[in-house]
């Protein structure tokens, strides 16, 4: 088959490798234009397209499907748009163009939206998986073509279970669309309702202490590597300067002593930060404006630390049971 492949952050990259070492002619790769990153805010290509050039597959760049892209996509004449974490809405004329099959970190219609990996986590879900299905014109509802489901791992974090998501579901995108080309496959249908996984701000990645360890560490593990689990020091200080990065932490060794909520304790060596029925560890802690340090050097140069706890986590509920209504679908 003739294909455009269109994505833009990493996760995207084993999928694009996947198609340009098949059978199949990748003819023209999507991508997002570069983007300012950095302090200095150095203007740098996506993964995505960086791999395609590295590939010798011609770059287009957009960050919106209109105009002058959807004129070249419609030369290019492709018999398939192959999508994985693009970050655009495919209205009309671009579905219009070719099938667009997309690669879902989910098993739809369960988390539809940006962030699915990082809402199955934090909602402590033991397994999810992934979707190819086809663009429509709403939110991740089109019909699917392939589904394949995977434990997550107790401990594994957002990031890692994306990386690995990302690896294994370019094999299952590459499968779709060898079945597509050879007229082996049926599309089912979606339910109408599912959840959805929305992107996930720096309120989200708020801990707070107060809440049961459980929670807590599913919350940790969610927002890890991105945005970065966080909590507030206690004290009179502005919110700024009390504001801590949690770098690792993870459940507390069975047997270890009951700790106040938000309190933290020093036991056999390991630093405890008490939850609302038990305890985690904690092992590398950034202060306010300072590197990550161990979390017992910390406790050193400020003895009595504490968490604020009651805040509450995250902004609301990780995962609605509402319908999407939401036009257009983020390719």
């Known amino acids: 088959m003739k294909i455009v492949f269109a994505g833009t952050p990493e ?51 957009a960050d919106r499907l209109r105009g002058d892209v959807l004129t070249t996509l419609e030369e290019l004449a492709p018999d398939l748009i192959a999508v994985v974490a693009y970050g655009a809405l495919a209205g009309p004329r671009a579905l219009a163009i070719a099938p667009w099959l997309n690669l879902h970190f989910s098993l739809l219609p369960d988390y539809r939206g940006a962030a699915p990996v990082q809402h199955a986590v934090i909602d402590g879900r033991e397994t999810t998986g992934v979707t190819v299905f086809r663009l429509d014109s709403g939110m991740d509802t ?23 998501l990302a690896a294994e579901g370019a094999g299952d995108l590459l499968r779709t669309v060898d079945l597509l080309a050879s007229g082996g496959l049926e599309e089912q249908p979606q ?18 202490f107060g809440d049961p360890a459980a929670e807590v560490y599913n919350r940790y593990r969610g927002v890890t590597p991105a945005p970065g689990a966080w909590t507030l020091l206690a004290g009179g200080e502005p919110e700024p300067q009390r504001r801590a990065k949690l770098i690792e932490l993870m459940p507390a060794p069975s047997g270890s002593p009951e700790v106040p909520a938000g309190s933290l304790l020093v036991h056999d060596g390991r630093v405890l930060a008490g939850a609302a029925d038990g305890a985690l560890e904690l092992r590398l802690i950034a202060p306010p404006g300072k590197r990550a340090m161990p979390a ?29 209504t939401q036009t257009g679908d983020p390719a």
């Open 11 to 61: 996760p995207a990259v084993p999928s694009l490798r996947a198609l340009a070492g098949s059978s199949h002619q990748v003819v023209s790769v999507l991508t997002r234009p570069d983007a300012p990153l950095g302090r200095k805010r150095v203007l740098t290509p996506s993964p995505v397209k960086r791999a395609a050039l590295e590939l010798g597959i011609p770059v287009l760049e």
């Open 142 to 164: 089109g019909p699917i073509l392939h589904q394949r489901a995977t434990p997550i791992g107790p401990d594994e974090t957002a990031g890692q279970l994306l990386a690995r």
């Open 191 to 208: 339910p109408v309702t599912g959840s959805h996984a929305p992107k996930l701000g720096s309120a989200d990645a708020r801990l707070d």
């Open 296 to 324: 017992a050097d910390f406790l050193r140069g400020r003895p009595g630390a504490r968490f604020e706890t009651g805040a509450g986590s995250g902004t609301g509920p990780s995962a609605g049971t509402g319908t999407e």
